[in-house]
């Protein structure tokens, strides 16, 4: 049923990578010197591949929006990074990391790239660790590890809630290493508009410096985008106020394949909405639900305090329903179970449009952990919660703070409102095994590809993956696509074909500023996430899909003939940025109905109403889904879909349970 | 310079001249009011008029002397040029600039009590220094040395000179409540284990050196010692 | 569309570009909810200006969730705000009155130029930490990272210091526009580090010629900068970066 090709190198599903890395053709360090790679975008995957490659000899230019590398979105994942060290003696390995990962992704990944994934990620934590980023450890100065959803073992890594961050600043010194060598250019504040294709390779891009407005042509001999995700498509999402899909984008019009654009991870713990005047939302990491029970009252519309609510009138739905996992389920298993018990009246706070949160019973037991540790016996509740306060402190402190900041309540007394928000978007654009897309020389890295997670992610796997993808597989397979260009000499950006890309990007910012209609670009932004929110959001049916599509081409019809850009193309111009990005999201959020719409079947971050167990729970269809849908751009804003099969040869495809 | 390149002209050069030449002028001070003290005890000065003639007449000391000379100027040098090049790291000012919300007004206003220091001390220095080493002290004492006792009776007659000598000394005294914990800083002293001791050393320091110097005058004025 | 009921003058410099000169502009706001935070409540601003055909103000931000260090708003006299520990992305409204009068300037440094209105170059930083910043550790060179045990005080310590955003606020409090806390932060990260060992005197030597080169001024430990970082950096760091530089200079023999 495929019609297209994946690459995957033949063999043993344990030995294809190593059979890969030691058979793939090699570039000569002189070569190296005079072949030009492009990298869009400073996050983890694209960091950390822009570094790597350079240090392996290659010209590389590296492009963010931000105004340093250092920014990039990865740098506010919280919980931690995956990898099979098996430190903890817990019985972990490659093939469970790899198991467990395609489980958690409900049966949608592609096998061979998971299991390379599963086999490089005990080196990402050895050479992040070798560049001094400071994961916790323990007393005996060896490496902590915590549990993440979806797993039995601990295997995840971290560095207090800013594990992002910390591995960000590492690869983002590694980068800057090689800046300073003048092995690397770095192009910030500069956003990519286009993307050149010579004879139906990539060949560059064309960027705009975001302080001048002025547009330039870059030549390469490949293009990587490491991008990030789009979960900006439905407005409020805990992704940054610049997070955005056009890179990805326009690489789509140019002919790459973006797939499983509809799944989308609606992450359980996070701040609940608080008024129209949101403009984002704030995760509370995962790794809270180590220690926090998630629990709504047992009475339907029961207005009572938390702390008024006795035990026995309290709904552990979690402990509930699935006792194996518990508060431990898959991200969209807790979000659909927190929905569930929100939409049938059980929802807490003022909006009834969240659920607790409650550290008070792990509290307890770290206090008394604690006071026997220190000598006291039969300590009672007040020194149990004084000492146990402290662990919590000790553990999330930052993270509990951030809540206080953000709500104004103090969660160390109260338990926290929490509800799902839009955090992490499986989809992306299709690459094959090498991670390029279908326009040969254009690769795709990190979570702007689709590759790893199937339906869905598993926590602290983004984080392994963007890194796995820039430090150990790109540079490798990178290798066999410039090894046959290596007699190509830098192709001057007087060529028509960047001319040409110049004069789409122009005509786009032109076009923009000229509308002069009357409403600002956040006000479209803001209705076609309302679109996705109700209609494409947690859970899917046929109608509202419909709807949807319908609903969006009138807003896209409605954007470009009244929106509002002030200013003009030629100076620092966030209006004129935020514009763009949006006028593509709306495009995106049309293919993400239509795919949704056609994928007649639930799983993982796609929850289909039509498709579910008697319990509720998601029902797939393997005989007819167990594909990658990959989309093509076409004339107008038209797509046709390319399936790529999935073919599940070394793990037994099983209803997915964690009860 | 071969071998140590910008040690003293990067800014953390500047910062050890500031710090080094701080540490000494405190040292200094302890011998200084530690003389000065010797007034109290009301002999008609005889025992301070033996430290001030050691102080005159021993050669080390005089070479001392020049030892301080130079590291007091190479301080209020230091101190100048380093305020211009921050005022240069700064050439738009801010409208509004809440500088008690995060730090004390002595610590940034080290510039002017250094000035007001520098001002008293070519005062002090005029009523002393070029007195007992340039033009002479008229009377010697019982023991036939100087009378710089005398001279001091004298000029602390004046209440506007021991104004100004006590207004000097509160000056000194936030100049080193910031500046004795400051150059252990410079100096990369920091330990948790010490940071109190020494933070509370510089308050005892700062408060009990300007007390001692501030209480000459007065006593003096007063008629407190004879 | 807001919900809340407070009304506010604020002060807001203005600057078309680096070749201009600014000033402070004043605007009205009505209808602040205690709950919006500052950042919002600069949308609602600019969505206003935006309806009535003016220019909207423009300011750095991302996450707005206080880690990516992005937004650097100097309020009422004080970076980030009034309250401690937090970034402009986190502070929220109910930090302030109804009828209050709010002054917003950007982050005043020569090293950070102004771009446009509350926007500054912050491309001194990056610059400072290609000067040194790292470890000089290629990709696949590492063994394995239990092999190298780490005393957990230690590695807390490397922690803390890396948790820096780099943000600017420490020069943007400064007196004196010094940068000391921010390149002590990363020279400690590292220099507490066995792995950061081999370069150390290196490491600190460079970072500190960059950071003079690109005009901070100098440290005269007020401590402002501490006292307003939002994650809290020490002001332990930049003794022990003077610690390692004098080291550097008069001990080891390496020269940079």
């Known amino acids: 049923m495929s019609d297209i090709n994946s690459n995957i190198p033949e063999g043993e599903l344990t030995s294809k990578w190593t059979k890969f890395k030691s058979s793939v053709p090699l570039v000569n360090p002189s070569n190296k010197r005079t072949i030009e790679v492009i990298i869009v975008g400073s996050g983890l995957a694209g960091a950390s591949a822009a570094a790597t490659l350079a240090e392996m000899g290659y010209k590389v230019k590296c492009f963010c929006f931000q105004d340093s590398p250092r920014r990039a979105h990865s740098i506010a994942a919280q919980g931690g990074i995956n990898a099979a060290k098996n430190y903890q003696n817990d019985g972990d390995s490659t093939y469970r990391l790899f198991y467990d990962t395609i489980k958690g992704g409900d049966y949608r990944a592609r096998e061979a790239n998971v299991h390379r994934l599963a086999e490089v990620s005990a080196n990402i934590i050895d050479q992040c660790v070798a560049q001094g980023v400071p994961l916790a450890r323990e007393y005996g100065g060896l490496l902590d590890n915590r549990s993440f959803g979806g797993t039995q073992v601990q295997r995840t890594f971290y560095a207090a809630g800013q594990t992002g961050q910390q591995l960000l600043l590492g690869a983002y010194s590694a980068l800057e290493r090689q800046i300073g060598m003048g092995k690397v250019e770095m192009y910030t504040r500069h956003e990519m508009l286009e993307v050149v294709k010579i004879d139906g390779k990539a060949r560059g891009i064309i960027a705009r410096n975001l302080i001048t407005g002025e547009i330039e042509r870059h030549f390469g001999h490949a293009v990587v985008l490491g991008t990030g995700g789009y979960g900006n498509v439905f407005y409020l999402s805990t992704n940054a106020m610049g997070s955005n899909v056009t890179a990805a984008w326009k690489a789509h019009k140019q002919g790459a394949y973006f797939a499983n654009p509809c799944y989308t991870q609606i992450h359980p713990t996070c701040i609940p909405v608080s008024g129209d005047h949101q403009s984002k939302l704030t995760l509370m990491s995962e790794s809270l639900r180590n220690d926090g029970r998630i629990w709504v009252p047992k009475k339907k519309d029961d207005n009572r305090k938390a702390s008024e609510i006795p035990e026995d009138e309290r709904d552990y739905y979690l402990e509930r329903r699935y006792p194996a996992f518990g508060n431990l389920v898959p991200r969209d298993v807790a979000s659909r179970a927190a929905k569930e018990r929100c939409d049938a009246g059980y929802g807490v706070g003022a909006s009834k449009l969240a659920v607790y949160l409650d550290f008070k019973a792990n509290t307890e037991r770290y206090g008394r952990i604690e006071a026997s540790k220190s000598g006291i016996h039969n300590p009672n509740k007040e020194t149990c919660m004084r000492l146990g306060t402290a662990v919590i402190k000790e553990k999330y402190g930052n993270l509990f703070d951030m809540y206080a900041q953000i709500t104004g309540e103090n969660p160390y007394e109260t338990p926290m409102r929490i509800y799902p928000a839009v955090h992490y978007t499986m989809g992306g654009l299709w690459v094959d095994y090498n991670l390029m897309t279908s326009v040969p020389g254009l690769y795709c890295t990190g979570e702007a590809n689709f590759s790893d997670h199937g339906a869905n992610r598993l926590g602290a796997s983004a984080l392994m993956q963007g890194l796995a993808d820039g430090y150990f597989v790109l540079p490798y397979t990178i290798g066999a696509y410039l090894s046959k260009e290596i007699s190509v000499k830098a192709i001057p950006t007087d060529h028509p074909a960047f001319v040409e890309a110049e004069e789409r990007a122009v005509g786009i910012l032109n076009t923009l500023i000229n509308i002069k209609g009357t409403k600002s670009v956040d006000h479209f932004h803001k209705r076609l996430g309302h679109i996705m929110w109700e209609k494409c959001g947690m859970a899917r049916n046929e109608k509202g899909l419909n709807e949807a599509i319908e609903e969006i081409r009138a807003l896209r019809a409605e954007f470009w003939s009244n929106v509002r850009v002030p200013g003009i193309v030629g100076e620092l111009n966030p209006e004129l940025e935020k514009a763009g990005r949006v006028a593509d999201f709306i495009e995106l959020g049309e293919l993400m109905c239509i795919d949704a719409l056609n994928r007649n079947e639930s799983c993982g971050g796609h929850f289909r109403e039509e498709y579910q167990t008697e319990e509720g729970e998601a029902l797939r269809d393997d005989e007819n889904y167990a594909y990658v849908a990959a989309w093509e751009f076409k004339e107008g804003v038209n797509f046709e879909l390319h399936k790529e099969e999935l073919k599940f040869e070394n793990i037994k495809v099983a209803q997915r349970s964690y009860k | 310079m071969s071998g140590f390149g910008n040690a003293f002209s990067s800014s953390i050069g500047k910062k050890f001249i500031m710090g080094a030449t701080g540490i000494f002028l405190i040292l200094f001070l302890i011998v200084h009011a530690g003389i000065n003290a010797l007034i109290f005890l009301d002999d008609q000065g005889l025992t301070f008029n033996i430290g001030a003639h050691f102080m005159a007449t021993n050669w080390i000391i005089r070479a001392g002397e020049v030892v301080l000379m130079l590291g007091l100027l190479a301080h209020i040098f230091q101190a100048l040029r380093l305020t211009l090049q921050n005022q240069k790291a700064r050439p738009v000012k801010y409208a509004e600039y809440d500088g008690k919300a995060n730090s004390k007004w002595y610590s940034r206003s080290m510039g002017l009590l250094g000035t007001l220091l520098l001002i008293f001390l070519v005062v002090h220095l005029k009523d002393f220094w070029v007195v007992s080493r340039f033009t002479g002290i008229p009377t010697v004492d019982a023991n036939g040395h100087e009378d710089l006792y005398a001279v001091m009776k004298i000029k602390f007659q004046e209440p506007l000179r021991v104004g100004v000598y006590v207004l000097a000394m509160v000056s000194l005294c936030y100049h080193l409540l910031h500046g004795f914990a400051s150059a252990f800083q410079t100096m990369g002293w920091n330990h948790s284990k010490y940071n109190g001791i020494i933070k509370g050393a510089g308050v005892w320091y700062s408060i009990i050196i300007s007390i001692v110097f501030a209480a000459m005058p007065i006593a003096i004025y007063f008629g407190i010692i004879q | ?256």
């Open chain 3, 1 to 256: 569309m807001s919900t809340g009921n407070m009304n506010l003058t604020l002060k807001v410099w203005r600057q078309k570009n680096n070749n201009t000169k600014g000033a402070l502009v004043d605007y009205k706001l009505a209808g602040i909810s205690p709950d919006m935070s500052f950042l919002e409540m600069f949308d609602v601003l600019n969505e206003d200006l935006i309806t009535k055909g003016e220019e909207p103000v423009v300011f750095d931000h991302d996450c707005r969730e206080g880690i990516c260090g992005m937004c650097s708003m100097f309020i009422n006299g004080r970076p980030h705000g009034p309250k401690d520990l937090v970034t402009t992305c986190q502070l929220h409204m109910r930090s302030f009155k109804d009828g209050d009068t709010i002054v917003v300037e950007p982050w005043r440094a020569a090293a950070f130029p102004v771009v446009k209105d509350l926007t500054v170059d912050r491309s001194a930083f990056d610059r400072v930490i290609a000067a040194g910043g790292f470890i000089s550790v290629n990709t696949g060179n590492a063994q394995d990272a239990n092999n190298l045990p780490i005393p957990k005080m230690q590695a807390d310590a490397a922690f803390e210091a890396a948790a820096c955003i780099g943000c600017g606020a420490c020069v943007a409090t400064c007196k004196n526009a010094s940068a000391m806390l921010f390149v002590s932060a990363k020279i400690s990260q590292l220099a507490l580090l066995p792995q950061g060992q081999p370069e150390r005197y290196r490491r600190v030597q460079s970072m500190v010629a960059q950071m003079d080169a690109e005009g901070f001024g100098n440290c005269t430990n007020t401590g402002a900068c501490e006292a307003e970082c939002p994650k809290g950096i020490s002001l332990e760091n930049i003794a022990r970066m003077n610690r390692d530089f004098a080291s550097a200079k008069f001990i080891s023999e390496e020269t940079v």
